[in-house]
């Protein structure tokens, strides 16, 4: 189980801000796209940053109302945890799980953007995974498997 398997039953669609943007218009895209964080990119499409809702509320406790009229890249968490696609889902949850993160970038080789992975995203995907895994096993115990037909 990789992140790159997770990735093609999710899609691989990033939503990403530059910069530049102020946190108003990047809190506004969280808000309406029901996601809880957007990857900062530069204009030439290189990852530079996270800002993520509890950025945001962290924000908002040290700038007030002020924090709107901020740029992303005030606020961004800039030091970004990120894996590649050939992670596995469980080394993807343990770093997430020790950073205390709930979003992390999914990069090439180039460090280039590929997609994005939520913990939730991981956590359904191996509950799929392992729903599977007991069919196959209860059909094969029951003699469904392999293409026995039942066993008296």
Do not use: W
């Not at 696609?85 to 992390?104: N, P």
């Amino acid at each position: 189980m990789t992140v790159g398997a997770v990735l093609s039953q999710k899609g691989s669609s990033v939503i990403s801000v530059l910069p530049e943007s102020m946190v108003m218009e990047a809190a506004e895209i969280i808000s309406r796209q029901r996601i809880g964080a957007v990857v900062v990119c530069d204009a030439e499409g290189a990852l530079v940053g996270i800002l993520s809702e509890r950025d945001v509320v962290r924000g908002l406790t040290q700038h007030g109302a002020g924090l709107l009229d901020l740029r992303v890249s005030a606020l961004m968490t800039h030091e970004v945890q990120v894996v590649t696609a050939a992670t596995s889902v469980h080394e993807a949850m343990e770093v997430m799980d020790a950073g205390y993160f709930r979003h992390l970038p999914v990069v090439d080789s180039d460090r280039r953007l590929c997609g994005i992975v939520s913990i939730r995203d991981l956590v359904r995907y191996r509950i799929n995974s392992q729903q599977s895994d007991v069919e196959s096993l209860q059909a094969y115990v029951i003699g469904r498997g392999y293409g026995l037909g039942r066993v008296a």
